[in-house]
């Protein structure tokens, strides 16, 4: 996360940045979202070095590729090392409550509709 927060830093409106989470992208980059322990690490540490007042929206995917492989290749949710549980687990985080959830993922409107759905039953009542 430093490369953003010193993107934002460099920026002559750091107050205008917002930052999009996307799954796929920070597992790649070595973030475990799928442990509970590593998702509570991962998102502290993306406070602390730029704050959750920034992340303003989410990309969902799951990755074709292990954590920490730097390689960003997207798949359907629930078909790759993320799995169903990280998405419940994000889309019921009291934090991101309020966020918009962008699908990121191959197979078009059948498919979008289908990973709704389900992430749909998975929502818990507020």
Known sequence: FEHLQKII???AYPERFGVCFDTCHAYAAGYDIVSF???????????EIIGLDRLKVFHLNDSKKELGSRIDRHCNLGDGFLG??????I???ERFRD????LETPGGDE????????????LKEQ
Do not use: H
Request: net charge neutral; no cysteine; charged share 30%.
């Open 99 to 102: 966020l918009p959830m962008i």
């Open 91 to 93: 889309i019921n985080d």
């Open 84 to 89: 169903w549980e990280t998405f419940y687990r």
């Open 111 to 122: 498919n979008y509709a289908k990973e709704i759905a389900i992430l749909k039953k998975a």
């Open 9 to 11: 830093e460099l920026s």
């Open 37 to 47: 322990v590593g998702y509570n690490e991962t998102f502290k540490k993306f406070d």
